[in-house]
């Protein structure tokens, strides 16, 4: 079955012990993506990968880390969680856009709930 | 870059009822728009994309929206609501040849029996 996998789904940790969650896919997709879910704030984007070794960037990266070293991992790392990284996670997966096409639809892991104390 | 709008965080609609969540978007580029749908405790799954084909789009579900470029909107119908329909919804855009998506910040539909 074509997915995304997360891990943990969820998650309750103190201020400054480093996590990572996990984000697998299995569908050879290029692209893939991090996302925050706020309420009242909708979905912002942390990071995101184009290919192996190409990250960039979202609109919310402060206190985030990421690598892409094979196509089908994407973890985040939070070297030293605050409460304000208190959150539910996405990882997102997609084939790479190109020309004209735009952003392609996007595959969504089922979310990792992360509370930091 | 590009945003869109969603306005009214929470939309109650009586079974039967149709269903309409409005999205506005920004985009300095030709757009290509999405809506997703999130159920409880779940992540976020297509509805329906837009993709300069035909303006007016057909989805999932029984829901469908149309694009209009002169009112920059991409509003989200459904013809007769279901209690399944209870979810929350995101608009989002991309630009031309750009694979980020920037999303809204949804609407939580509420489905009154």
């Known amino acids: 079955e074509a997915q995304v996998t997360q891990n943990p789904r969820y998650l309750i940790t103190v201020t400054g012990k480093k996590l990572t969650v996990t984000c697998s896919q299995n569908m050879n997709h290029e692209y893939m993506s991090w996302y925050r879910q706020d309420p009242g704030l909708g979905l912002r984007q942390i990071y995101y990968?184009?290919?192996?070794?190409?990250?960039d960037k979202g609109d919310v990266p402060e206190g985030y880390k990421v690598s892409r070293k094979e196509k089908r991992n994407f973890p985040l790392i939070l070297e030293s969680p605050s409460p304000n990284q208190t959150s539910l996670y996405f990882c997102?997966?997609?084939?790479?856009?190109?020309?004209?096409?735009?952003?392609?639809?996007?595959?969504f892991g089922a979310g990792s709930r992360l509370t930091v104390l | 870059a590009q945003s869109v709008t969603q306005l009214g965080s929470h939309v109650s609609v009586s079974e039967g009822a149709l269903v309409l969540l409005r999205c506005n978007y920004s985009s300095s580029v030709p757009p290509y728009l999405f809506w997703y749908v999130q159920y409880p405790n779940q992540g976020l799954q297509l509805l329906l994309k837009?993709?300069?084909?035909?303006?007016l789009v057909k989805g999932i579900n029984g829901f469908e929206a149309e694009f209009k470029k002169s009112e920059t909107s991409f509003h989200l119908t459904k013809p007769s609501a279901h209690m399944s329909d209870a979810a929350e919804y995101f608009c989002a855009v991309s630009g031309y040849g750009n694979n980020r998506l920037a999303f809204g910040k949804g609407n939580q539909v509420v489905v009154i029996p």
């Open positions: 990968s184009m290919n192996v070794e190409v990250t």
């Open positions: 837009y993709t300069s084909a035909a303006t």
């Open positions: 997102a997966s997609s084939l790479r856009g190109t020309g004209s096409s735009g952003a392609n639809v996007l595959t």
